[in-house]
């Protein structure tokens, strides 16, 4: 897929952030967040499905790319699941309770930016982007990828990973009112096929050849595209964290002249990017569990 960069430039008024889910490659975003902190480069409205509304929900809570990579050298598969067996899935309490500790027992409305989760309803079929509500919850249910983990009930939705309708939320940004989008897809190899022979392999790929297709509205809906590399990475297993974090680094780099460019014809406005909702004691609270 070609990278998308805006043709008719504009006065922006709004410019969404779009993350991609991927699993353990979400690590990956972590580094983008440190280029986009460096180039001081200040979103509107941020979107994610699976890890990336993990991420995007830290980054727009104000947590720095440092702090993101703190947390991360300190997590361990078991804190995430506890359940290893193939098909034997656990319950999303690791992902709430990283999620508690970390910001705390909070609503989607107290984030300083508008932000939103998208995660599909199984009672339905439907994808829903939640805007509103528990936090932790919402981004368990956004995270909870079928055979991994057990559906979140989220008051009268039961939620599986946002991934099996909608991979890259540009087109949420779009109709929550940004008239300019930057996505990171950090699955771009999604739908490559495999050559094993495994059962476990062969269902993944499955998995990932039905989720391409959904990904195209993302690209449709982006005026650009971050690409990292990570093809060589497992998006099951943290092996290679920091090396995942360099490569969306350095894609995001790669872009930022376009990003910038981009950034030119927004409106200017008051705005304060970094503003933090929490206090100095709910800061000290945090550093505790990091």
């Known amino acids: 897929m070609d990278i998308l960069v805006a043709k008719k430039m504009k006065k922006y008024k709004k410019i969404g952030l779009a993350l991609g889910g991927g699993g353990a490659r979400g690590f990956a975003l972590i580094g983008a967040i440190k280029a ?3 180039n001081e480069i200040h979103f509107d409205y941020i979107a994610g499905t699976s890890i990336g509304s993990v991420i995007g929900a ?20 078991r804190d995430i699941r506890k359940s290893m067996i193939p098909l034997v899935p656990s319950n999303t309490d690791g992902i709430e309770n990283i999620i508690k500790n970390i910001v705390g027992d909070i609503e989607i409305e107290d984030l300083p930016l508008p932000f939103c989760a998208v995660a599909v309803d199984m ?41 099996l309708q909608n991979t890259i939320p540009a087109d949420v940004l779009r109709k929550n ?28 790929a499955s998995i990932k050849i039905m989720m391409k297709s959904n990904a195209i509205k993302g690209y449709m809906n982006s005026d650009i595209i971050i690409k990292p590399n990570l093809k060589r990475f497992n998006a099951s297993k943290m092996t290679g964290m920091m090396e995942m974090i360099e490569e969306g680094y350095i894609a995001t780099q790669k872009m930022m002249p376009e990003i910038k460019e ?29």
Do not use: Q, W
């Not at 249910?141 to 991934?163: H, I, M, R, Y």
């Not at 100095?280 to 569990?289: A, I, L, Q, T, V």
């Open 36 to 38: 986009f902190e460096e």
């Open 58 to 77: 830290l980054f727009d809570f104000g947590l720095s790319s440092e702090e993101m990579i703190s947390i991360a050298k300190s997590l361990k598969i």
């Open 177 to 204: 009112g940004c008239d300019a989008v930057v996505s990171i897809d950090i699955n771009s190899t999604r739908g490559n096929g495999t050559n094993s022979t495994k059962y476990m392999d062969l269902l993944v």
């Open 262 to 290: 981009l950034f030119k014809h927004k409106r200017k406005k008051r705005f304060l990017f970094f503003k933090r909702r929490h206090n100095d004691k709910e800061k000290s609270n945090r550093k505790k569990h990091c």
């Open 123 to 163: 009672k339905t079929g439907n994808e829903v982007d939640i805007t509103k509500g528990n936090l932790a919850k919402a981004l368990a249910g956004s995270c909870a990828v079928p055979g991994v983990f057990n559906a979140v009930k989220f008051e009268d939705k039961l939620f599986f990973d946002g991934g």
